[in-house]
C-alpha cells in the first residue's frame, strides 16, 4: 500500500482540509519507504495503547489491512 485518500463528508471544514493532508504526508511517507512500525511507534497514544489521533487510526488501519493481506495470500 503507498496511496492513502481521505474523505470528509464535511467540506469547506479544517478537519477535511487536515484529513486530506494526513493522507498526502502518509502517501509519501509510506511511497518512500517510511516503515508502517516507525510511523505507529511515532504518533501520540492513549493510556491504553490505541492511536489519538486521525494519523494514528489510520496508521493502525493499514497495518491491520496488510496483515489481513498476508494471512490471506498464505
Known amino acids: 500500500l503507498a496511496e492513502v485518500f481521505v474523505d470528509c463528508h464535511k467540506l469547506a471544514s479544517s478537519l477535511t482540509d487536515d484529513a486530506r493532508d494526513v493522507g498526502i504526508a502518509l502517501s509519501i511517507q ?11 511507534g511515532a504518533v ?11 494519523t494514528g487510526g489510520l496508521v493502525e488501519a493499514i497495518m491491520q ?5 498476508a494471512e490471506g495470500s498464505r
Open 30 to 40: 509510506l511511497q518512500h519507504g517510511v516503515p508502517l512500525a516507525a510511523l505507529a
Open 44 to 54: 501520540a497514544r492513549r493510556p491504553d495503547g490505541a492511536p489519538c489521533g486521525l
Open 65 to 69: 489491512y496488510e496483515a489481513g493481506a
